[in-house]
């Protein structure tokens, strides 16, 4: 699950043709940090990307690997995680990238994995 957010986030910002660095673990990609700005200071913006693994996904009404919608409430693994919060730290640091120039300090996106695994992508990213 974190190689494919990792690579929606690198196609998300090459228009922008900004710089990254990808992190891995065990061979497997856990982590992205992208930044723009310059600065003494820095802001970041971080989320994780993985869930928890299902308990056991035979007592679940649906899959919980895929998304499911019911009325006004959407279940799947991680639908309420920090999936929403990441989402919306993609869109606050996109709205920052036309303005670079402008900006007085270093503004980073980290998007990493293994957090519910003891937080082996933020130390990996160090």
């Known amino acids: 699950m974190e190689t ?18 990808m992190f891995s673990w065990n061979g497997n990609k856990i982590g992205i940090v992208v930044s723009i700005g310059e600065g003494k200071h820095s802001l970041i913006l971080r989320s994780h990307l993985d869930t928890v693994p299902p308990s056991d996904s035979k007592n679940w009404k ?8 019911s ?16 989402a919306l730290m993609l869109a606050t640091f996109e709205s920052f990238i036309p303005i670079t120039s402008k900006l007085n300090e270093k503004l980073i996106l980290m998007a990493v994995g293994g957090e519910e695994r003891g937080g082996l992508g933020t130390q990996s990213c160090n």
Do not use: M, T, W
């Open 4 to 21: 494919q957010a990792i690579e929606y986030i690198v196609n998300r910002y090459k228009k922008y043709r900004l710089d990254y660095d």
């Open 71 to 86: 009325g006004d409430k959407l279940y799947g693994l991680g639908a309420c995680d920090d999936k929403g919060s990441l």
């Open 62 to 69: 649906h899959n919980p690997f895929l998304s499911y919608c």
